[in-house]
């Protein structure tokens, strides 16, 4: 991989991370801690609010994942070894790397 081909990747690489940055922002006030006054909502309300809390702090954990497989592909760069699949050591083909620049493995070691 050349150059300017990392230095696209480190851009799209980037973009993502500031994506992941601003959908925690957005995502903070669903992870509140829930009142569980009976007063101010109903039983029904009160079930739905923990839902939606229980699902924000799901999201939460997955964008903290991709976060991780994402700064794990900024290290592989300054290893060199960005772009290369780690079980067979072929490149992964571009095209993948653009869907998903945290893939590790090619097509066919990611299929089994």
Do not use: H
């Not at 799209?12 to 101010?40: P, W």
């Not at 976060?67 to 772009?83: N, P, Y």
């Amino acid at each position: 991989m050349n150059d300017a081909e990392q230095a696209r990747f480190r851009a799209l690489i980037a973009a993502r991370l500031k994506e992941l940055e601003g959908a925690d922002e957005r995502g903070r006030s669903g992870q509140k801690t829930v009142d569980l006054d009976q007063q101010s909502i109903g039983r029904l309300s009160r079930q739905d609010a923990l839902q939606n809390q229980a699902m924000a702090k799901a999201t939460q954990v997955r964008r903290e994942a991709e976060r991780t497989r994402l700064r794990a592909a900024l290290a592989r760069m300054e290893e060199g070894e960005f772009g290369y699949c780690e079980d067979c050591g072929e490149a992964i083909a571009p095209g993948r790397l653009e869907l998903d620049p945290g893939a590790t493995r090619c097509v066919e070691c990611a299929r089994g």
